[in-house]
């Protein structure tokens, strides 16, 4: 049975929709059978995998609104092992017409149940809120990575998302576990990003992940090419760091089996 990951912050610009492509892209690499879920009606998980959101006949919509099965909605990627669900803007709808759906917290965890077991991972890329299509990712995911931005601002907010998760927890999904705390965007150049990760590992210990993504060119150029960074660029940081990140994550559930 596979793990399923909500990648989640609602803040925006932390590098949610990176780390999840690249992440996927690179235990995709680690011979594990990935999915990707784009659960962002922006679509820069679709389009930054090379995805022409207009040209898929279904997306993540379609199975949470008319309960499309996901296994068929799936598309391959440019990556060996890597599927997506991909994203459209018609999603920003999803959310309304949801409510009056029975148990419309459940209706994606429903949706996941027969693709498990074909995969070693379901990733979740969320979108910057806390509305119903995040709290469904929440309520399906085993576990959710919080990407923290190495700056100012970048712990404000976390005390809101860590409620929600609470809250996701103690009334929809008892067994949400938080994978982990990521920095995204680290400079080791600057104090106050050192300053963050060692205030995130004062306060979060063993759940801030040993591996961090520093600021790279490469993986910022690479979704304009609808590619991953390991494809676009494998030599570069950017790529390197996540591939450091997908074997710490392979690693950490070995040893919780």
């Avoid at 006949?57 to 092992?81: A, F, M, N, Q």
């Amino acid at each position: 049975m596979g793990k399923i990951i909500a990648i989640a912050n609602q803040k925006g610009g932390v590098g949610k929709t990176t780390t999840a492509i690249n992440l996927a892209a690179s235990l995709a690499v680690n011979k594990k059978k990935v999915l990707l879920i784009d659960a962002d009606p922006q679509a820069n998980a679709t389009s930054g995998l090379g995805v022409d959101p207009k040209k898929m006949t279904s997306s993540i919509y379609e199975c949470l609104v008319d309960e499309y099965p996901l296994r068929g909605t799936e598309v391959h990627t440019c990556v060996d092992g890597l599927d997506l669900v991909g994203s459209r803007i018609d999603l920003v709808g999803a959310e309304l017409e949801l409510i009056n759906k029975p148990n419309r917290e459940r209706v994606l965890a429903k949706a996941l149940e027969t693709a498990k077991e074909y995969y070693d991972y379901i990733l979740i890329d969320c979108s910057p809120s806390l509305g119903l299509i995040t709290v469904n990712a929440l309520t399906a995911a085993d576990s959710v990575i919080i990407p923290v931005q190495a700056e100012y601002f970048a712990l404000e907010g976390i005390s809101k998302l860590l409620n929600t998760v609470r809250i996701i927890k103690s009334k929809l999904n008892p067994s949400l576990q938080i994978e982990g705390f990521l920095l995204t965007m680290y400079d080791a150049r600057l104090r106050l990003a050192n300053q963050i990760y060692e205030e995130l590992k004062s306060h979060f210990g063993d759940m801030v992940f040993g591996t961090v993504i520093p600021r790279n060119i490469r993986l910022s150029e690479a979704p304009s090419h609808g590619l991953p960074a390991i494809l676009y660029d494998p030599s570069s940081r950017g790529a390197t760091s996540h591939i450091q990140l997908a074997k710490e994550l392979i690693s950490k559930n070995r040893k919780k089996k």
